[in-house]
């Protein structure tokens, strides 16, 4: 069984930055896509991120363009998101997901492993 573990997460001030990452364990498939999603109460999901095991990249999420990045150290099993000039509306649970395969496909039901969050909450 695939297990995803997140950490990295936080408290921060507007303007600041993080980190996360994501280790990836138990698992048997030879290449696996890993996206980072985010949730806030009562709303679904969102996918910010997603990386492929090539390292191609799907877009962004409009709200995160051009103030995260996301990246993989395939060695580790490790993917990472870099996310900078952060806002108080960034803050929410942020998971990692994976899926087999080597596209990303950036819906919730595409990927069947998930990891438990990390919280991430900015201040203004």
């Known amino acids: 069984q695939l297990r995803l573990v997140e950490s990295g997460g936080g408290s921060v001030q507007a303007g600041g930055s993080l980190r996360l990452s994501c280790s990836a364990s138990g698992y048997t498939y030879t290449a696996i896509s890993m996206g980072w999603f985010r949730q806030t109460p009562g709303k679904e999901p969102e996918c910010i991120a997603c990386i492929t095991p090539r390292g191609s990249i799907a877009p962004y999420a409009a709200s995160v363009k051009g103030r995260f990045t996301i990246s993989r150290d395939n060695a580790k099993n490790t993917v990472y998101l870099q996310m900078n000039s952060l806002k108080p509306e960034d803050t929410a649970m942020y998971l990692c997901?994976?899926?087999?395969?080597?596209?990303?496909?950036?819906?919730?039901?595409?990927?069947?492993?998930w990891g438990q969050g990390t919280q991430v909450t900015v201040s203004s």
């Open positions: 997901a994976a899926t087999s395969g080597s596209f990303c496909i950036t819906r919730k039901s595409s990927f069947p492993y």
